[in-house]
C-alpha cells in the first residue's frame, strides 16, 4: 500500500468517524494532565516532609485521608501544642487556606520556614490529596 502525503485527509469510515478520532484524545489528555498536574504541585510543595502513605510520617505527618481528620489528631505523631488544640477538622477550604498562610489558620505550627503557597497550588494539592487518600 503506498501512502501519498495527503493520505491522511481522506475520511476513514466517513465523517463521525473522523469527529470522533479528533475529539476524544483531546478529552482523555485533558484528565491526566490535571492529575499530573496536582502531583507535581504536591511533590514540589509537600513532599519532603509529608507522604500520603497511612503511617509514613516523616517530618510532617502522613497526610493519608487528611480531608475530613481532626487537626493534630494522629496517634503516631508529635504535633505543636498549637495544632493538637487547634479544635477543627481538616476540609478543603481550611487545608487551602493553611497551605496559602499557615500561620493564619493555625498560628505556632511546626511547619517553619514554609512560607506557603500561591491558592492555585494550594487547590492542585488539596486535589491531589483527596484522589491519593481515598476522598
Known sequence: MQFSAN??????????????????????????????????????????CHSVKEGDNRLGPNLNKIVGRKA??????????????????WDQDKLTRFMVKPDEVVSGNKMQPYGGVSAEDAAKVVAYLQAAGGQ
Open 7 to 48: 493520505s491522511w485527509l481522506r475520511p476513514v469510515a466517513g465523517a463521525g468517524a473522523l469527529t470522533l478520532l479528533v475529539s476524544v484524545p483531546s478529552s482523555l489528555a485533558q484528565q491526566p494532565a490535571s492529575e499530573a498536574a496536582a502531583q507535581q504541585a504536591f511533590n514540589n510543595s509537600c513532599r519532603t
Open 72 to 89: 493534630g489528631s494522629l496517634p503516631d505523631y508529635n504535633y505543636s501544642s498549637s495544632m493538637k488544640e487547634a479544635g477543627f477538622v
